[in-house]
């Protein structure tokens, strides 16, 4: 199974975030998406999956069968999964909401994790 942040970089990858990021970040994703897509590309499986979640990015099983295959081949070649994880650490810091976007980001470990946006009317969280 992928851990959280390879399916982060699975749905990002598959969704088009990149229109919703500023410059320095879209270029990183844009980076890190061709990194992907050379070493998936040279397994037919893999490519698979990733053609899969490219046409149909809504589908988290398809995401989800991408995010798979970029874990496993992070853990047959290392060097490719710091590649991964650095090239990913240079996109998560530098999101910025454009165009009514909006960029959630939590790191860490929590029981609950509570993210909003437009909040009309009351809200109570107990």
Sequence with gaps: MADPITTAIAA?????????????ARASLTALAQRIREKLG???????????????????????ELAHAIAEACEKDPEFGTEVRALWGRVRPNAVARDDGVVNTFEGSAEKVVQL???????RIS
């Design 12 to 24: 990002a990858i598959a969704g088009g975030m990149a229109q919703s990021l500023g410059d320095q």
């Design 42 to 64: 040279r397994h037919p499986a893999a490519k698979a999956a990733l053609d899969a979640a490219l046409d149909d990015p809504s589908s988290s099983a398809r995401v989800g």
């Design 117 to 123: 946006r437009d909040v009309h009317g009351d809200l």
